[in-house]
């Protein structure tokens, strides 16, 4: 087999080569190698401007920053519209942001999951992250149904970590006519795995039923075609890879053959009517023909702000088309070094296909003792995080962390791998 020059460079030339080098200076970063942007991405420098710009209008103008210039309250969450629909690959009328993620789900599924006594299963997986769970399961109890006979969950063979494709295809496929809806994950928050999207989104329609995606882990990290792939629906939030800070607002899409149903049962609320109208505060809902339409609130624009800065500095790094290429030459370069300097003392649980993940790993410490390498990987202030029962997850963001950063990494893991931590200090 022939060598590419990648496969023996250094973190050093790596980095050196590195077209988005630049970027991490664009951020904040805690001291330390900072891998969990999977969990809370860092601030942007330019945040602080961001929210500052409306803290100023606000204290000049008032309430009527509402109505004033481009920066206007009212219509502000249009400003992220483009650049989101770039990130998840929909058509402007179909993303909007709102809410916060399981708020989202939930307003989705009103719309989207609409149980008959036939038809009436939701498939989640079976390690879903719980707030999806939850939403699921309290959805199939609103309806009037019994999570015990709707709730199907979806798990991987005994004795493997992830989930098959062609199973997932073949469990919607077996489920068929009872199946109501199927509320997958684009990746998996534990294991990092990619789930086939399109495909899943193609088997849950042949049988009849909807199909959405919560897109928490896969947005701003792998490429997404939402549209083309027709997906009916999807959530997600921003302060993970979007980089929008704690409680950052989510996201939604909804696919534009829906957007003008009106027979599509939906919660409503002020911000969803025609805003040419909304001001007259007449009590006949005149429903936008976006995506829009799913709003209920006034936009939480200091949180927009915040997500305005991030996604400006996506955009200038050439977008996620740029960030994915660095990304699958982190996630080669993070295999390669593992496997030279800790071999089977980790194993990571992520499929090895480049289709089948994202920058997430999901690693188990092979002698039992993940907790313990844990904490000392926080004391040496490697920041990644701990899942139960037993994965460390670690996330090398193309955007703001470099080759050295994995490579640092790499030789800390080796140092505390071994090491038995007795107690607090030890
Ligand atoms: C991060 C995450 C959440 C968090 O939900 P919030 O409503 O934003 O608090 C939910 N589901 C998944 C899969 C996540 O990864």
Known sequence: MIESPESSATAEELDASDPLAEFRQHFELPDGVYLVGNSLGPLPKSARQFVETEFN???????????????????????????????????????????ALTVNLHLLMISFYRPTAA??????????????????????RQRGFDPAQSLVTLA????????????????????????ALVLLPGVQYYTGQVLPMADITAAGHAVG???????AHAVANVELQLHDWNVDFAAWCTYKYLN??????????????????????????????????????????????TVDSWQLSNAPVLSLATLRAA????????GIGAMRR??????????????????????????????????????????GNGKAVFKALEEANVYCDWREPDVIRAAPVPLYNSFADIERFVQILDRVVDHEVEGPGA
């Open 244 to 289: 929008s800070g704690p409680g950052g607002v989510g996201g939604a899409f909804v696919h534009n053959r829906h957007v003008s149903d009106d027979k599509l049962p939906k919660f409503t609320g002020w911000w969803g009517t025609n805003a040419a109208t909304r001001f007259e505060m007449a009590c006949d809902f005149d429903a936008i023909p």
């Open 311 to 318: 996604l400006d500095i996506i955009d200038s790094a050439g």
């Open 57 to 99: 209008r606000w204290a000049t103008l008032g309430v009527e920053g509402h109505f004033t210039g481009p920066l206007s309250w009212k219509d502000y969450h249009h400003l992220v519209t483009k650049q989101l629909a770039g990130l998840v690959g929909a058509q402007q009328d179909e993303v909007v942001a709102m809410n």
């Open 156 to 179: 991987p063979r005994p004795g493997e970590e992830t989930l098959r494709p062609s199973d997932i295809l073949a469990t919607i496929g077996d489920l068929g006519d009872e199946l």
């Open 119 to 140: 038809r009436h299963k939701i498939l989640i997986e079976d390690h879903a992250f719980p707030s999806d769970h939850f939403a699921a399961e309290s959805q199939i």
């Open 209 to 215: 039923a909807t199909v959405g995606f919560d897109l």
């Open 326 to 367: 660095k990304s699958e030459q982190q996630i080669r370069f993070l295999d390669r070094r593992l496997a030279a300097q800790l071999g089977a003392r980790i194993e990571n649980l992520t499929p090895p296909e480049m289709g089948q993940r994202g920058c997430q790993f999901a690693l188990r410490v092979a002698n």
